[in-house]
């Protein structure tokens, strides 16, 4: 991972004492709750997808 896919709080709890994790590149310890995560990419959404929420409206 490139180094603008550093996170800026913990996705569990929120904490933003965030180091580093020793298991590998792009993984990273939360601190505050000791919980360790990964920032993963998972590709593109389709171009057009309706969301829900939006009531089909695209303008």
């Known amino acids: ?4 896919a550093a996170p800026f709080h913990c996705p569990y709890c929120g904490d933003e ?3 580093p994790g020793e298991a590998g590149h792009g993984t990273w310890e ?3 709750c000791n919980r360790a995560f990964q ?3 998972l590709g593109l959404l ?4 309706e969301r829900a929420d939006t009531g089909g409206d695209r303008t």
């Open 46 to 49: 389709a171009r057009g997808l």
């Open 30 to 32: 939360c601190g505050a």
């Open 1 to 4: 991972m490139s180094e603008r």
């Open 39 to 41: 920032l993963k990419f």
């Open 17 to 19: 004492d965030l180091l």
